[in-house]
């Protein structure tokens, strides 16, 4: 079964704070709740930058759990 992309009917959210990226799923959707007042099962893409500004990671309810995904970039930073 193809899982529907989440960003073709939902919104995002950037976490400005700086995170932790040892920390899994449910300390971010954790954090999303209680920082962010979003509601995480909501299918709203919550986006985290690492300390080291090359690295995001993604964190999204697809409808059946939660749905981490990680990038870094190789030459640059986000900013």
Do not use: Q
């Not at 960003?7 to 449910?26: N, P, S, T």
């Amino acid at each position: 079964m193809r899982r529907p992309s989440p960003l073709v009917h939902c919104c995002a959210i950037l976490c400005r704070a700086m995170v932790d990226f040892r920390k899994g799923h449910v300390v971010l959707a954790a954090l999303v709740k209680s920082e962010l007042r979003k509601d995480p099962f909501t299918g709203t893409v919550c986006i985290f930058k690492s300390k080291r500004t090359d690295r995001l990671r993604l964190l999204y309810w697809d409808g059946t759990g939660l749905v981490m995904d990680y990038n870094r970039l190789e030459e640059h930073a986000f900013t």
